[in-house]
Structure formats: C-alpha cells, structure tokens
C-alpha cells in the first residue's frame, strides 16, 4: 500500500512529455541567445588583448600612439621608438566621416520631410523602393564607381591625384544618403498626426508646421539617423579604401592622399607577421575602430534616452 | 521677412528640389551599374574561370563562391537567430540580463565588417588553423548576419497578435508548443521576407571575407563533387574568393587588362542579384501569407 502511493507520488510528480519539451526549447533557444553574446564578448576581447599588446609588449606610450604623426611601424625614429602615430589614419576617419554627414544630413532630411510630409504618394511610389534598393547595394559598388566616376572628375577639377579625403566623402554621402534618409522617415512617421492638425488648425502654414513642429518633435529620431550614417561612414572600409590614395601622412587637403583606419587595416593586415609590432599596432586601430563604435553606440542610446516624446 | 505664405512656397519648392536631386543621383546610380555592366554579360563571363593576366577572364568560380558561402553562412546562422529570437521576445522578462543582452545584440551589429572580418581571421584562420577557408568566411558572415537576422525574426513575432498566443495556451499548450505549432507558421511569411533581405546583405559583403574566406579562387572541377577534393566545388575548406571580393580586388591591385569591364560585369550582377532578392523576397512573401492563411 505505501509502495504504491509513493509509486503514485512519483508518476505525478515526473514532468510530462509537454512539460520536457518545454523545457528543452527553452534551454536551445536560450543558448542561442548565449551564443550571440558570447560571440560579442569574443571579439570585443579578441580585439582588445591584441590592440593592447603595442602598448604593453611593445611599450609604445598610449600618447605617442594618438598624437604621433608619421606612421612607420617598422622603422625606429632617432630616439630608437617605433613610428607608430596613429593621428593621421585617425584624422582621416573623422574628416571623413564629419564631411559626408554635414554633406548628406540636409539632403536626407529634406527627401525624407518630401517624402513623408508633402507627397507621400510619390514618396511612396518612387522614392521608397529606390532607397531601400540602395540601402542593400554592396559597398564595393560604390567604391568601384567612386574609382570610376568621382576620383578622375576630381582629377579633372583640382588636379593631383583625384584620390583623396574629397573622394572619399563623395562615395560615402551617396553611401550612408539612403540609409539616413530611411531612418529620418521613419523617424517623422513616428511623429503623431494630432501634433501636425494642430498646427495646421492654428493657421500654420504648412513649411510652418513642418520647420515649428514636425521637425523640432522629431529631433531626437533625426539625430539617431545621422549617428547611424556616421558610424557606418566610420566603419566604412573597402569604398573608402579604394578612393583615398592610402597614404598614411596628416591630410594636407581634402584632394591628397590620405588614409583612414580602415583603409590602413585593410592593406596592411596581411603583409604583415601576426606577433610583430607591424601587427601589434595594426591591431591597436582595429581596437580604436572597435571603441569609436562602442561610443557611436552609446551617443544614439543617450539620445533616445534624452529625446523620448513624452 | 518674407510673408508666410511665400516663405511657405519657397521652402516647398526647395523641398521638391532637393527631392528631385536625391532621385536623380541615385538614378543615375543605378543606371551607371546598370549601362556599363549590362553590356559586360554573357553566358561565357557568368561561367568562366577568371584569368590573371589576360583578357576574357570570367567570374563563374567567384558566383559561385559567394552563393555556397552564403548557403553556409544562412545554414549556421538562421537556427541560432531564430531560437535568440524566440527566446528574447516569447520568455525573456523584462530586466536587466535582457536589457544587456539587447545592448549586446545591438553592439554586434553596430561593429564595422573589417572588424568581424579580422575577428574571423585572428580565431577561426589563425587560432583553430581553418586556414582561409569557405568555413571561416561563413562563420565571420554568420556573425556579420545573426544580430540582423535576429532582429528581423524578433519583428516578426511581434506582428503576431498576442490573442494567437494566449489561444494556444488556453487550450492546454505549453509555451514552446505554441511557438512551434501556432506562431511560428503564422509568422513564417514575414520571416521568410526578413531572410531574403538579410541574403542580399551578406550576398554582397566584402569586408568580413578578405581576410576569412581569402581572396584567391582555385579553379573549381564540376564534375568532382567529393567534398574531401580540394578541388570539389563543394569542399568547405579551400580558399574562396567571392563576387564582391573580385571587384575589390581587381581593382586595388589588378594586372589584367580588362579589370574594368570585368569590374562592370561585376557590379551589375550584384546589383542585379540584390533586385531579385528584394523582389523574391516581397513576391515570396505575399505569396506565402496567402496560402498559409485564411485572408
């Protein structure tokens, strides 16, 4: 009789084939989930210990990294340190990646008010499909064009080379122009249709509402679009590799030679020997690369923080 | 200062300008790729080896090589964003682990491709010996796509409503049974869309491959399709230069005489490719919801 009961007591108790089921999906799809965040944590990692080995296996002083102007790491200048100045690769990604948002933020914004606020069905109908098209075109594409097309009618206007920051910029306003101005839709969209009658309903006219109202309320979405194409223009490699010249000295002018983070990571990388110095501070710009997008991050969450429509 | 109503007209007109010029450059984008590449074509270029040095050298191993790689990359990558996605929008809470997870998942996909790429190469060519190899190119392109795959899966559940989930459980289900049998069909139209778009974006990827996938193609035998021979089309492990990393490379450092046409070529077949994802995956889509549903 007890037997049976505790029999009884464990049949019950024991998880049902549902219940076993339940629990293994939850435990897959929660390693997936571990796995995505592993791989985070790898790279970042990965990344870290190697950008950090110039500065701690090689001794080369963090300043000297950010502020030092010739880049040769495999020659020693006449102090006996390595030529490992970083500031014009870093120069190179700012100017770069300023230049093309202060290029495409009023044309985005102003196709996607176009877009949004005076012809949605035109909107709708042609300039939808075409940026989402371009959104998906390759970057590769664009630095082929860029060589094709911007870098000889650089030439043919300011002489020299064509290759360059100005180059560059180009490829990267067309580049990041669909991206923001996709994001800057949806960031109008967001905004409530009440705000808009409203304005109207005062006598407004309709530049007014879009300049006094819509613009001002969607401010915050606007500006997380043009940090999103600055981080994509900063990240940017092959298209702007191809179009810079890839020479590693401070940018006199936008139309000489010059060179970016990724550009240099790109070229160098592989001609060099993993260990080496040569390597060592390659990897301290993918870990530059890697930070500036980590701050890009935190600027677009501390905007949608700030600026929530309440 | 102009009366309001003038203003109103100039600011308009200047918005239609601006417009107007938006859609004439990337109009002209799109013609350019397509006018100087379209020509290129030919049934002898789509399936020719490339020469190094010579005219009329072909892209066939290349488009070949970027669809097994991205077979490979959506292979490893679709079950790892689903069951990511179905745990963070069907059991995850709402606290801090998921909030950094989320923050995780965001970071990965805000990183530049150089850097997945020379993450690829640092663990998978140079630290567990892959080599450059269509394995390596499909595990960095599987961390290139699984933070916006993940996202787009997650979107999609969330246009299912939540009575569909609440019916699956009244009537006796657990959670994962409803996930399976209720809400994944119903979501798997939007999903599908979601695959086909995250496809063209890795379809074309060039950076994350460079240094993983490697930027020589040896020439394939297509008869041979043993996977253990190096020169199998289908053997994982031989180096394998993609579409989009043909034009890179062809042009950075090209010898051959032709690298612009073949470059042109080029570029209007990825173009080319990105439309038909973009259309299969709207075609598809409508197609399916219709089917699998009653509207």
Known sequence: MMKSTQQLEQQLKRHSKAAKLEIWGKVVSFSALILIVAVVVGIIGFVASKGLATFFTNHVSLWDFLSGKSWNPGVTDANGKPEVGALPMIMGSFLITVLSAIVATPFAIGTAVFMNEISPNKGAKILQPVTELLVGIPSVVYGFIGLSVVVPVTRAIFGGSGFGILSGTCVLFVMILPTVTSMSVDALRAVPRYYREASLALGATQWQTIYKVVLRAATPGLMTAVVFGMARAFGEALAVQMVIGNAALMPGSLVDPSSTLTSVLTTGIGNTVMGSLQNNALWSLALVLLLMSLVFNLIVRLIGRKGRLQ | ?295
Not at chain 2, 3 to 16: D, E, F, M, R, S
Not at chain 2, 37 to 48: D, I
Not at chain 2, 205 to 217: D, H, P, R
Not at chain 2, 220 to 234: A, E, K, R
């Open chain 2, 1 to 295: 200062m102009m009366n309001p109503k003038t203003q109103n007209k100039v600011a308009i007109g200047t918005l239609y300008g601006v417009a107007g010029l938006v859609v004439l450059i990337l109009l002209a984008l799109l013609g350019y790729i397509l006018v100087s590449g379209l020509p290129q074509l030919s049934w002898h270029f789509l399936t020719a080896p490339a020469k190094a040095f010579l005219k009329g050298g072909g892209v066939g191993v290349q488009l070949y090589n970027s669809f097994y790689l991205l077979i490979l990359a959506m292979l490893i990558s679709f079950p790892i964003a689903l069951g990511a996605a179905i745990y963070l929008y069907e059991y995850a809470k709402d606290n801090w682990v998921t909030t950094t997870i989320r923050t995780a998942i965001e970071i990965l996909s805000s990183l530049p491709s150089v850097v997945v790429g020379l993450f690829g190469f640092l663990f998978f060519v140079v630290k567990l010996r892959l080599g450059f190899s269509i394995l390596s190119g499909a595990f960095a392109l599987t961390f290139f796509n699984l933070p916006l795959l993940t996202r787009s899966i997650e979107d999609s559940l969330r246009t299912i409503d939540t009575t569909q989930r609440e019916g699956g459980l009244a009537l006796g289900l657990s959670r994962w049974e409803t996930v399976t049998r209720v809400i994944l069909p119903a979501a798997v139209p939007s999903i599908l869309t979601g695959v086909i778009l995250s496809a063209g974006r890795v379809f074309g990827e060039a950076a994350a491959l460079i240094y993983t996938a490697g930027q020589s193609a040896p020439a394939l035998d297509f008869t041979d399709w043993n996977p253990f021979n190096i020169s199998s089309p289908l053997n994982p492990m031989r180096p394998a230069e993609t579409l989009a990393v043909h034009i890179w490379k062809i042009n950075s450092e090209g010898i051959m005489p032709d690298a612009k046409a073949i470059s042109s070529g080029s570029s209007a077949v990825l173009v080319l490719a990105i439309l038909l994802f973009n259309f299969a995956a709207r075609y598809l889509g409508k197609r399916l919801y219709k089917r699998l549903t009653s509207a």
